[in-house]
């Protein structure tokens, strides 16, 4: 997926790898501190999601590893790219890879495609107009 953000590469950056930064936009609570080579734990109101930063190049690229899957039935690894454009930022998300040939790999897919979907309009909403647009329970 890829989205235009008005935000520079050092702010687009910081949501990414800065634990407390996340939470204005992705989980509301992150415990451990998105360090490289350290796992976290993300955390919703209806689950927990481990995170293994592997990556974290300034202002360019995060790339982590996590398993959204209950059980860790299937971890992807996500990549980030952050590139400067004009005033603004131009954001790259990669996530994968999922077995399309599986009923359950095709499944997670879909629910990839709209879970980034959401949560980069939350980006954008925060990093751009600084509003939170996550449902709250």
Known sequence: MERRL????E?????WSDAETMTTWFAPRVEGSLAVD???????SDRRVWL?????????????RWAWQPQ????TEV?????????????????GPFELGTSDGLDAWAEAI????????????????????????
Do not use: C, K
């Open 72 to 75: 860790d039935a299937m971890a």
């Open 6 to 9: 008005d935000a520079s590469p």
């Open 79 to 95: 990549t980030v790219d952050i590139l400067p454009q004009g005033y603004g930022t131009w954001l790259t998300v990669h996530d």
């Open 114 to 137: 709209e879970g980034w979907a959401e949560s980069l309009a939350n980006l954008r909403a925060q990093l751009d107009f600084s509003v939170d647009l996550r449902r709250r329970p």
């Open 11 to 15: 702010r687009v950056y910081r949501a």
């Open 38 to 44: 350290t796992r976290s734990v993300l955390v919703w």
């Open 52 to 64: 293994d930063m592997q990556e974290a190049e300034p202002y360019q690229r995060v790339r982590f």
